[in-house]
């Protein structure tokens, strides 16, 4: 099965940047879509097609891709952004979805 | 307003059967593709099943291949989740969510915009 990976857990302080990455061997041509999801809520898309910000989402947050990584970046970040993030993409067929294991971003 | 709405969740034991239903409004539903997605608790996001907007492509991951069937009703803007064989390992909070918009019934994996709530489907002896 095809896997996207990304790391358990990001710390920033209130104002930095944080950056939460996900890589997988399909991404180099297919999208990656990045997911916000706060506890006992539905997730909310924060990011489609690599970069693209969804209406209503704050300029803050934006997307990259570099090879076979895509990347989340928050600017700036605050309080209210502290919540569990999940990339998602398709496989190298572009037939199966698949969503990365999440990350936790804890602000201190 | 846009939104979308499972139903059908509940206690059911090993082997046992389900269906899940979900309730769309405020957007054109036909023209949609669709996707099951479940969590498992304390876990993260697992995707189920993916509909195309006319029903034509169908795919499911191989963790329920064979006991799940996913299928639509355009006319009544409802999508279904069929569960069979249930195992504990599908206890999960199951939520349908928006895909890809194309109404000549393609098919393409896309980020998914309108959630549901969930429904919470309990596999336990």
């Known amino acids: 099965s095809y896997d996207l990976t990304q790391p358990p857990s990001v710390s920033v302080s209130p104002g930095q940047t944080a950056r939460i990455t996900c890589s997988g061997d399909?991404?180099?041509?297919?999208?990656g879509y990045w997911y916000q999801q706060k506890p006992g809520q539905a997730p909310v898309l924060v990011i489609s097609?690599?970069?693209e910000r969804p209406s209503g989402i704050p300029e803050r947050f934006s997307g990259s891709s570099s090879g076979a990584t895509v990347t989340l970046t928050i600017s700036a970040v605050q309080a209210e952004d502290e919540a569990d993030y999940f990339c998602?993409?398709?496989?190298?067929?572009?037939?199966?979805?698949?969503f990365g294991g999440g990350t936790k971003l804890t602000v201190l | 307003e846009v939104q979308l709405m499972e139903s059908g969740g509940g206690l059911v034991k090993p082997g046992g059967s389900l269906r899940l239903s979900c309730a769309a409004s405020?957007?054109?539903?036909?023209?949609?593709?669709m996707n099951w997605v479940r969590q498992a608790p304390g876990k993260g996001l697992e995707w189920v099943s993916s509909i195309s907007s006319g029903g034509t492509y169908i795919h499911y991951a191989d963790s329920v291949k064979g006991r799940f069937t996913i299928s639509r009703d355009n006319a009544r803007n409802s999508l279904f989740l069929h569960m069979r064989s249930l195992r504990v390992e599908d206890t999960a909070v199951y939520s349908c969510?928006?895909?890809?918009?194309?109404?000549?019934?393609?098919?393409?994996?896309?980020?998914?915009?309108?959630w549901g709530q969930g429904t919470t489907v309990t596999v336990s002896s």
């Open positions: 998602q993409s398709a496989d190298s067929s572009g037939t199966y979805v698949v």
């Open positions: 969510a928006r895909g890809f918009d194309c109404d000549s019934d393609c098919y393409s994996v896309y980020g998914m915009d309108v």
């Open positions: 097609k690599d970069r």
């Open positions: 399909a991404l180099p041509k297919q999208h």
């Open positions: 405020g957007f054109s539903f036909r023209t949609y593709s």
